[in-house]
């Protein structure tokens, strides 16, 4: 299953946050990306490679 990943999108990855959330915001996009915790609001950087394995729904940014 292959997204097209964009800044402002939702992406759930397969396992959970320790806050509990599995829903990420992405806030920049390249070779790595800068994911934004939707519970917690914690900010981390994770490999494009680690995100499109784990990727289990992806919700578009409204325009």
């Not at 997204?3 to 509990?20: M, R």
């Not at 070779?31 to 915790?37: E, G, I, Q, T, V």
């Amino acid at each position: 299953m292959s997204y097209t990943f964009a800044v402002g999108d939702i992406v759930t990855l397969k396992k959970p946050h320790p806050c509990g959330s599995k829903d990420w915001e992405i806030l920049r996009v390249g070779a790595d990306f800068r994911l934004k915790c939707q519970g917690c609001g914690h900010q981390i950087m994770v490999s494009r490679k680690l995100v499109e394995k784990n990727a289990r729904d992806l919700k578009k940014a409204e325009q």
